[in-house]
Every structure is written in structure tokens, then in C-alpha cells.
């Protein structure tokens, strides 16, 4: 793993933020960090990023850890706060050359990747404003061109399309996906579709444990062990017991004389089955459709929500 988070813990207090979270993270993966308000999400980029340090446990990024080699870890990472600071009276222009001088990079470096970074993130008009002229939009874009100015290996993005329109979210998601080719980024939303949209995998965090860990294609599965399907039949009078004979069947409920809904197990499919029963019983389906469950019901049912 090019990331590796081992046995993270951060108390406050009698409080603990995070608890025992243990994950990696590969070059070219995109990690969406999801979980409710106060579950450890923010308090886990900022120990990644050597912003404030660990109560136990340890991060290592390449062959490098975060209590013996901070600096260098520092150089690796490029981060994006939540609240995303930035000075208001500089251009935007000035402020990417005084980030990368912070960063100790060379001017001939910068004169290259400074117009490189204000076209990747759509600010070509904007760069010779003052950064407090901008909209909460072209605010983002800056700090994010912060976080790349030094071509580092891994990403760390906190809320990365907050105040952005439906254009400029498109525009960043875009953007996140064609850094993550060849970069570890790891980023957190409070918006469900956007992490379905970006991440390659999906860790999900509750009370600062991690309560999945799943590629994002299978992790609506989670939210129920079991299938549905709704069928309506076109008249009175079928014979369920075709269908709930069926290996893998677990209940077929009726709703009425003419609709039901089969439950199985995840992996059954049952409508070649379905349709020879129906035409043996001279019936039409007037309806198939199988439930979807979606990101938002799986996080809804490991964290709580009702």
C-alpha cells in the first residue's frame, strides 16, 4: 500500500475522534471518505497530513512515516482543507508562486507549472485577480491548484466541491478523476452521488470507526443481505408456488390479486424462470423491476440513519 493508515487513534479529552482505524490506500486509487458529522473524517486528513499528530498509531506514505519523517511527507502531500485558506488580497496569480516558494520549488519549475495548474482548474481568466474578487467557486479552484503546486503523490481533499454550481462540480469531479490516474487521492463529501461518480472505493466511518471498506460498485449491496423484485400480472389467479420453489427464492409476498414482490438472495435471477411460468400459465408481466439499493441507503444503515 503507498498509504497505510496503522491503528489510528486521536483522543480529546474523555473523547476519542478516531478509533483504531486501520486502511491503505494504492497509487491510482481514488478514495471517497464518507461517514455523519463528527465521525472522524477531517481529524483523520489532518494527522495524514502532518497537521496536527496522532494519539496512537502511525501513517506511512511510501517508505516514509508521519513521527519520523514529517517533512518529507509533507512534500508528498497535497491538501485541501475543508475551510480553504487563503490570502484575500493577493492575486491568484502571486499566491500559486508564493505557495510553490513555500514549497522551496525552483522558479524555472514554477513559470512551467504554474500556467499548467491555471488551466487544469479553469482560472485562466481569473489569475490576475485579487483573490478576494472571486466567488466561493473560483475560491475552491485556487486551493486546489495550492494542493498540486508541487506535483505531489498523494491527494488529500476535504469537501472539495463545497460552494461549487452543478458546472464547477462536474468541472472538479473531472479534474480529481484525471489526477487520480497516477496519484493516491483521498477525499471526503457529504455528497453521496459525487463520491459514486469519483471514487474507485469507499470507506465509510461512524463514532471514528470504519464500518465498510468496499469498491464503490458493491457498496450499495450492503445496505441489504436480500434482492427484491415487483411483479403485476396482467389478470387473477397465479400460481406462486412455481416461482417460490425456486433455489435462491426466499419469500414471495402477494400485494393483491395482481401484483408481488419476490425476495431473493443477491446473486439468484429468476426471470428466465419467471417468464417460463408466466407463458405455461397463459399470464403477461405487466410489470418487472428490481429494487435498487443505492449508496445512500448503505450509509444511511451504518450509521444510523432511520
Do not use: W
Request: with cysteine; proline share 4%; glycine share 8%.
Amino acid at each position: 500500500m503507498f498509504v497505510s493508515i496503522e491503528h489510528l487513534s486521536k483522543v480529546y479529552g474523555t473523547q476519542k475522534a478516531i478509533d483504531d482505524l486501520t486502511f491503505g490506500v494504492e497509487k491510482g486509487e481514488i478514495l471517497g471518505f464518507l461517514g455523519p458529522n463528527g465521525a472522524g473524517k477531517t481529524t483523520t486528513m489532518k494527522i495524514i497530513t502532518c497537521f496536527m499528530p496522532p494519539t496512537e498509531g502511525n501513517v506511512r506514505i511510501g517508505e516514509y512515516n508521519i513521527q519520523e519523517h514529517p517533512l518529507e511527507i509533507r512534500r508528498k502531500v497535497g491538501y485541501l482543507p475543508e475551510h480553504n485558506p487563503l490570502y484575500l488580497d493577493m492575486y491568484v496569480h502571486e499566491f500559486l508562486h508564493f505557495a510553490g516558494k513555500i514549497q522551496q520549488l525552483d522558479k524555472h519549475f514554477l513559470q512551467k507549472r504554474i500556467p499548467e495548474l491555471i488551466e487544469m482548474t479553469g482560472l485562466q481568466r481569473e489569475q490576475h485577480k485579487k483573490i478576494g474578487m472571486l466567488s466561493k467557486g473560483y475560491r475552491q479552484r485556487v486551493g486546489l491548484s495550492q494542493a498540486l503546486i508541487h506535483d505531489p503523490e498523494v491527494l488529500i481533499l476535504d469537501e472539495p466541491t463545497t460552494g461549487l454550481d452543478p458546472n464547477q462540480i462536474i468541472e472538479i469531479r473531472h479534474l480529481i478523476r484525471d489526477v487520480g490516474k497516477n496519484k493516491t487521492v483521498i477525499f471526503s463529501s457529504h455528497i453521496l452521488s459525487e463520491v459514486e461518480a469519483v471514487a474507485t472505493r469507499v470507506i465509510i466511518i461512524n463514532r471514528g470507526k470504519i464500518v465498510a471498506d468496499s469498491p464503490t460498485q458493491e457498496l450499495a449491496n450492503l445496505a441489504t443481505e436480500n434482492a427484491q423484485i415487483h411483479v403485476t400480472f396482467d389478470k387473477k389467479g397465479f400460481d406462486i408456488q412455481a416461482i417460490a420453489k425456486l433455489a435462491g427464492v426466499i419469500e414471495m409476498k402477494k400485494i393483491d390479486d395482481f401484483r408481488f414482490v419476490i425476495r431473493t438472495q443477491h446473486e439468484t435471477e429468476i426471470r428466465k424462470e419467471l417468464f417460463e411460468a408466466c407463458v405455461k400459465q397463459h399470464f403477461v408481466m405487466m410489470e418487472l423491476s428490481k429494487e435498487v439499493f443505492t449508496l445512500e441507503d448503505t450509509f444511511r444503515k451504518l450509521t444510523g440513519g432511520q
